[in-house]
C-alpha cells in the first residue's frame, strides 16, 4: 500500500497540517483538527466494513455526507430516486440494504408512477398460499439419452457470467464463497476457472467462450485434454458455452498484454506479453448442427455434466436454425440462457451498448415460445440474465418463461459496487473491478461474503413472500396470466392476453405457420440446420 497515492491525499494533508502546527506552536484548535483528522483516516484504513473508506480515508466521508443528504438535493434540484441509469437508486439500495442486512422496507407509498404505460404489476390472491421455506430451487441436466447425466439442482438465483480479469481477485473470492454459503451457483465468465473460484468451493458453471479460456491448445484452437480435466472437478457443476453476451453481441474483444499479470495467463493458458484476444465468433464448429454436436462432445467429456450455451438473441432465424438442427440430429442441450440486450459488466463500444442485443424481455419470449412449437421446451431449462434486481424482477421473468435468473450487476452492488461506470479504467473505487492491488484490498472478503449471501438469501425470502400473496407455493407455478401491464393510462392487460404464446408443436404444422406472428410465419420456414445464414448462395 502506497500512502503517498493521490487517494491518501487528505490523511497526508491531516499528518502533515499536524506535524507542522505542533513544531511551530500553532494555536490548538489548528494541530486538534489535525490530529481528529488523522485520527478517523487511521481508522477509515484499519475498518473492514467499507471499501470506499479504505481507499480514500477521511475524503469518503464526504461522499457518505452529500449521499445522506442526496434525498433532499435530488427532490429539488435533480432528477428522482427511480430514474434508471442505468440502475436507479432505489435499485441500488435495496441490494445493499439486503446485503448488509437493513431494513429494507419503505413508507409512504410507491415512488412509481402506476398510471404510466409499461407499469406492471403482479395480481395477489384473496386465498393467499402458505409462505414456504425461500429455497427454491430446480433440476437441471437429466438428459434421458445422457446415461451418466449429473443433473444438478440449482437456486433459481445466481451469480451470472464474470470473468476473473475483468473483476478483481478479492471479488472473486466473495463472490464464490458468497455462492458458497448460500448454496447457489457462480458463473466463472469466459475466463475460465482462477484459483480464486477454486479457494471456498462455491458450486461453479464454466463458461466457455471463443477464446476458450483453460481449455485451449497453443494457437487458441479447442483442447479436449485440457478441457476434461478442468471439467472433472467436482465444482464445476455445468458446462455453458457462450455464443454472446447482452453487452456486446456479435463483438470479440481483447485483453491488453499490459494487464495480462502472471496469475492471468496462468488462470486463461495464455502467454504473457501478448494481447489476450476473444474471437467475434467460434473456431470449434461454423453450423447450428456442428454446433449441436460440439455441445454433446462437451458434455460426454466433462462425464455427463449439465450442458448448454448462451446467447444473445439477434436474427431469429439463427436461432431457429439451432432449434431446427436440435430436430434434424436429436441432440438436445440441458438448458439455455438467455442474455438480454440491456447490457451487462462488460464494456463495449457505446453502439453496441446502446443499439445490438434484444432487450430481455422479447429475447426469452422467443426462446421459450420457439421451444414450446418445437415440441422440446420440456426437454431444456431456459435461464435468464439482464438487469434482474428485486424478487419482482426474478416472478416476471419466470412468468414469461424462464426456469431461473443469473444477476451480475446485483451481485456487483452487493460486493460494494457504487456505479461509478470505472470497470474498464482499472480504477474501480471500491476494488470491484480492477487489477490494482491496492485498490482491491478495500474490498475485505470475510465481510463481502456474507452480503454476497445475504442478498440472495433476503430476495429469495422476498420472492418466497411475493408468490404466497398470489397463492402459489413455487415460483415455477408462475405464468404470463399472474401479470398485468398498463397500456396507457386508462388501459391494462393481463400479459397472457398482451404477448403471443405458441401451442406445444405448433412450429411443426405447416398449416399453423401463417397465423402464427410474424417473427415465425416469416422466419422459421426459412432457418436451416446446416447454416446460420439462410440468404447464403
Known amino acids: 500500500m502506497n500512502l503517498l497515492s493521490p487517494r491518501y491525499l487528505a490523511l497526508n494533508a491531516a499528518v502533515v497540517t499536524l506535524l507542522v502546527s505542533l513544531a511551530l506552536g500553532a494555536p490548538w484548535e489548528i494541530p486538534a483538527?489535525?490530529?481528529?483528522?488523522?485520527?478517523?483516516?487511521i481508522s477509515d484504513l484499519l475498518q473492514t466494513k467499507r471499501a470506499l473508506r479504505r481507499n480514500y480515508p477521511i475524503l469518503a466521508h464526504f461522499r457518505f455526507f452529500f449521499e445522506s443528504i442526496r434525498p433532499e438535493i435530488r427532490q429539488y434540484f435533480l432528477e428522482d430516486d427511480t430514474v434508471a441509469e442505468p440502475f436507479s437508486r432505489n435499485q441500488r439500495s435495496i441490494v445493499y440494504q439486503r446485503a448488509k442486512l437493513d431494513t429494507d422496507k419503505r413508507p409512504f407509498g410507491t415512488q412509481l408512477d402506476v398510471y404510466a404505460p409499461g407499469y406492471e404489476w403482479i395480481n395477489h390472491s384473496i386465498a393467499p398460499a402458505p409462505e414456504q421455506h425461500h429455497d427454491f430451487r430446480i433440476e437441471i441436466g437429466n438428459h434421458p439419452d445422457c446415461p451418466r447425466a449429473q443433473p444438478y439442482s440449482a437456486s433459481v438465483f445466481n451469480i451470472s457470467a464474470m470473468s476473473f480479469g475483468a473483476l478483481s481477485a478479492n471479488a472473486i473470492l466473495a463472490l464464490n464463497g458468497g455462492a458458497k454459503q448460500g448454496g447457489f451457483m457462480h458463473d466463472t465468465g469466459e475466463g475460465s476457472i482462477s484459483p480464486h473460484h477454486r479457494q471456498h468451493g462455491g458450486d461453479l458453471v464454466w463458461e466457455i467462450g471463443s477464446g476458450y479460456f483453460g481449455c485451449r491448445n497453443d494457437d487458441g484452437s479447442f483442447s479436449e485434454a485440457k478441457f476434461a480435466a478442468n471439467a472433472a472437478s467436482p465444482q464445476v457443476k455445468m458446462i455453458e458455452l457462450k455464443m454472446s453476451q447482452g453487452a456486446k453481441p456479435g463483438h470479440g474483444g481483447v485483453l491488453p498484454a499490459a494487464k495480462i499479470t502472471p496469475e492471468i495467463a496462468l488462470t486463461r493458458g495464455v502467454p504473457m506479453g501478448v494481447d489476450c484476444v476473444s474471437p467475434s465468433r467460434h473456431s470449434a464448429f461454423s453450423t447450428p448442427i456442428e454446433m449441436l454436436e460440439f455441445i454433446d462432445r462437451l458434455r460426454n467429456l466433462s462425464g455427463g455434466k449439465p450442458t448448454g450455451f448462451k446467447l444473445a438473441i439477434g436474427h431469429p432465424w439463427e436461432f431457429f436454425g439451432i432449434v431446427k438442427a436440435m430436430l434434424a440430429t436429436g441432440i438436445v442441450p440441458d438448458f439455455i440462457v438467455v442474455d438480454g440486450g440491456e447490457g451487462g459488466t462488460g464494456a463495449a463500444p457505446v453502439e453496441f451498448t446502446d443499439h445490438v442485443g434484444t432487450p430481455l424481455q422479447e429475447a426469452l419470449l422467443l426462446v421459450h415460445n420457439t421451444l414450446v412449437g418445437a415440441n422440446l421446451r420440456d426437454k431444456i431449462k431456459?435461464?435468464?440474465?439482464?438487469?434482474?434486481?428485486?424478487?419482482f424482477d426474478i416472478a416476471r421473468t419466470l412468468a414469461l418463461g424462464a426456469d431461473w435468473c443469473n444477476s451480475a450487476r446485483g451481485f456487483m452492488f452487493a460486493l460494494g459496487c457504487i456505479q461509478s461506470q470505472s470497470c474498464h479504467t482499472d480504477r474501480?473505487?471500491?476494488?470491484?473491478?480492477?487489477?490494482d492491488p491496492s485498490r482491491q484490498r478495500a474490498l475485505?472478503?470475510?465481510?463481502?461474503?456474507?452480503?454476497?449471501?445475504?442478498?440472495?438469501e433476503n430476495t429469495m425470502k422476498a420472492l418466497a413472500q411475493l408468490i404466497a400473496a398470489a397463492g402459489m407455493t413455487h415460483p415455477s407455478q408462475l405464468r404470463p396470466r399472474h401479470l398485468v401491464r398498463r397500456i396507457s393510462s386508462n388501459q391494462v392487460k393481463l400479459v397472457s392476453t398482451?404477448?403471443?404464446?405458441?401451442?406445444?408443436?405448433?412450429?411443426?404444422?405447416?398449416?399453423?405457420?401463417?397465423?402464427?406472428?410474424?417473427?415465425?410465419?416469416?422466419?422459421?420456414?426459412?432457418?436451416?440446420?446446416?447454416?446460420?445464414?439462410p440468404y447464403c448462395g
Not at 428 to 435: F, I
Request: net charge negative; aromatic share 8%; glycine share 8%.
Open 498 to 533: 398482451l404477448l403471443p404464446f405458441l401451442e406445444p408443436g405448433e412450429l411443426l404444422d405447416p398449416s399453423q405457420l401463417s397465423r402464427l406472428p410474424p417473427v415465425f410465419g416469416h422466419y422459421w420456414p426459412m432457418a436451416q440446420a446446416e447454416t446460420f445464414d
Open 444 to 456: 475485505v472478503v470475510p465481510d463481502k461474503i456474507q452480503r454476497v449471501a445475504n442478498f440472495h
Open 428 to 435: 474501480c473505487p471500491t476494488g470491484v473491478a480492477t487489477q
Open 382 to 391: 431456459i435461464g435468464a440474465s439482464g438487469k434482474i434486481i428485486t424478487a
Open 33 to 41: 483538527v489535525a490530529a481528529a483528522l488523522t485520527i478517523v483516516g
